[in-house]
């Protein structure tokens, strides 16, 4: 086989080796969700992003995308339909034991209200709205 032709298989490896990479991290939750789209928010809604950036945000991430300790609330899995507002309110109060993903147990936050809670809702659901979740 020519230098050549080495040379070429070798580029061939490494580009093939690039694509599997990123298709690697492509497949995981975004630390961050940058390419989330924000919507325009209401004076509830700002509220509850509020609240959320106190109580959540350390595991689930600036614009709900997600962290290393939980998942993106802006998820299909967290759509109106598969896990409604009613949800939001149990995951707050009592917490929630590892099922859909493998960051651990979600403990119960503490010292919120019920009408933090009611504007995080608010915000995540527009948000999520905005990003063609339903
Ligand atoms: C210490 C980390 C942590 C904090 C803080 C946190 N969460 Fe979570 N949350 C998680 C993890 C981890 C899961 C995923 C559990 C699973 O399904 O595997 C989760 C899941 C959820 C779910 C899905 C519940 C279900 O029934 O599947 C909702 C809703 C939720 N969180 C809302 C919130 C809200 C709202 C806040 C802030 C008020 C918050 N979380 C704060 C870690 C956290």
Redesign the pocket.
């Known amino acids: 086989m020519s230098k050549h032709a080495i040379t070429i298989m070798a580029g061939v490896i490494v580009a093939l080796a690039a694509v599997l990479a990123f298709r690697g991290l492509a497949g995981r939750p975004p630390a961050e969700g940058p390419e989330i789209v924000m919507p325009r928010l209401s004076p509830e809604q700002i509220a509850g992003r509020e609240?959320?950036q106190t109580?959540?945000v350390?595991?689930?991430g600036e614009r709900a995308g997600g962290t290393d300790?939980?998942?993106p609330?802006i998820h299909p899995?967290?759509r109106p339909g598969h896990?409604d507002d009613q949800?939001?309110y149990?995951?707050?109060s009592t917490g929630?034991?590892?099922?859909?993903?493998?960051?651990?147990?979600?403990?119960p936050?503490e010292n919120?209200t019920v009408d933090?809670?009611t504007a995080?809702?608010a915000f995540?659901r527009t948000v999520q709205r905005a990003n063609d979740i339903y």
């Open positions: 609240a959320f109580y959540c350390e595991c689930h300790s939980g998942p609330l899995f967290y896990h949800t939001f149990a995951a707050v929630v034991r590892a099922h859909h993903w493998t960051f651990g147990d979600m403990p936050v919120i933090e809670v995080i809702i995540i």
